[in-house]
């Protein structure tokens, strides 16, 4: 069942996930993406074994297990450098990262992968820089990092691929620094990172472009303070995951208005929504009262502890739950499963709710939609993802969220 908590001092709220983490493997390093699809969770990172019931197992950089169970599955493609992104479309897991193998193999900072099998697709791309975000929606593979071509081809920090036949698509936006972040919905996918332009006009950290032309979307004017390091998004709008002096949490409407912020004393890395809650990750370890906050991110107005994880309401308000995780990257990327009521959390933590989970930890209890009807999917998220949180895929990614095993 849901756990019901109250705001901060406040009233009653929708049901979220236990604090309580459930079973699951851990990993011998860092752990930097996470996606679901149907009961499997797929990870990606720096690690070369996982632990599942006390057995070390071999797996370099990528690995899959049971999302209900924890146990590890055969799914075991091997990747030569860090994986930085993951994003899940049918029956093909997406990857991004470091790498120039993949399965021995050459794959260039981007592969496809079967989803049951771990085998190569035919997607098979020159990539000039460092992609770390990875998005899926309106037959597409959207890519963002520090990217300069793709097959000699130019490309300004982001590109698109065609989930039909892999080819580089005409899709491409430019922006004048680092994208860290991508969602997606019906008509946008969203931007965030250290940018100041988007196509050359102004679009301080967050913009939204079209999903097929990559024009930009100037009815979007936010303006985050600091650098946006991960988005999820939804038919409402758009939620950032913010570093600078301190982190925060912001929920913007369609147009940049903000609906509410909270704010934390480190910063905020990743973020997600489930069944009407944010779930906000990051190396933070205490969630300020007000929006208020000093030097280095000290709370000037009062703090509750909140160690690398929080859950805000879908009014802003601070929630109770709080499971504690330590470490000082802490939360890297969060992703959400509305079929499973789940929330997966990967980084560099060790110890969440006084429990080892080295590396990833999941919660569950929120209200499953398995079984339910659901709407259309466009949404996590946060990563990755349609109901709050999907960050345009059929299935999930940073920030997603999965409806009906969809």
């Known amino acids: 069942m849901a756990t019901v908590l109250t705001a901060v001092g406040g009233a009653a709220l929708a049901g979220v996930v236990s604090s309580d983490p459930v079973a699951s493997p851990s990993f011998n390093g860092p752990v930097y993406a996470v996606a679901y699809r149907g009961d499997t969770v797929y990870v990606g990172g720096n690690f070369t074994s996982a632990n599942a019931g006390g057995k070390n197992v071999t797996r370099t950089r990528l690995a899959a297990f049971n999302a209900r169970t924890g146990a590890l599955l055969d799914w075991s493609p091997a990747a030569d450098a860090n994986v930085r992104a993951i994003a899940v479309d049918g029956d093909v897991v997406y990857a991004a990262g470091d790498f120039d193998t993949v399965n021995g193999t050459n794959r260039d900072a981007v592969a496809g992968l079967g989803a049951t099998t771990g085998q190569l697709t035919a997607l098979k791309h020159t990539v000039l820089g460092q992609p770390s975000a990875l998005v899926v929606g309106s037959g597409r593979l959207y890519v963002a990092g520090r990217i300069t071509a793709v097959d000699g081809t130019p490309r300004t920090n982001l590109a698109a691929f065609s989930l039909t036949t892999g080819a580089l698509d005409a899709w491409a936006p430019t922006t004048d620094d680092t994208v860290n972040a991508l969602a997606y919905t019906t008509g946008r996918v969203y931007l965030g990172g250290r940018f100041h332009k988007t196509n050359g006009v102004s679009s301080l950290r967050l913009s939204a472009v079209d999903p097929v032309t990559g024009v930009l979307d100037k009815t979007l004017v936010a303006k985050p303070v600091s650098q946006v390091f991960a988005l999820a998004a939804d038919p409402a709008g758009v939620y950032a995951a913010l570093g600078g002096q301190g982190g925060r949490a912001v929920a913007y409407t369609r147009t940049g208005e903000i609906r509410w912020t909270r704010v934390f004393d480190g910063d905020a890395q990743a973020i997600a929504t489930l069944d009407g809650v944010t779930y906000v990750g990051g190396h933070f370890d205490k969630a300020c009262t007000t929006s208020n906050n000093g030097i280095k991110g000290v709370c000037t107005d009062g703090s509750v502890p909140r160690g690398k994880l929080a859950a805000i309401d879908a009014q802003g308000n601070l929630l109770e739950w709080s499971p504690q995780a330590n470490g000082v990257a802490g939360t890297r990327q969060l992703a959400t499963s509305a079929a499973l009521g789940s929330i997966s959390a990967v980084g560099d933590f060790t110890l969440v709710s006084g429990a080892a989970r080295k590396r990833y930890v999941s919660f569950g209890g929120a209200h499953p939609t398995e079984g339910r009807c659901c709407p259309p999917t466009t949404t996590w998220r946060p990563t990755t ?22």
């Open 385 to 406: 993802s349609t109901p709050p949180s999907r960050t345009g895929r059929s299935t999930t990614a940073p920030g997603t969220s999965t409806c009906c095993g969809r």
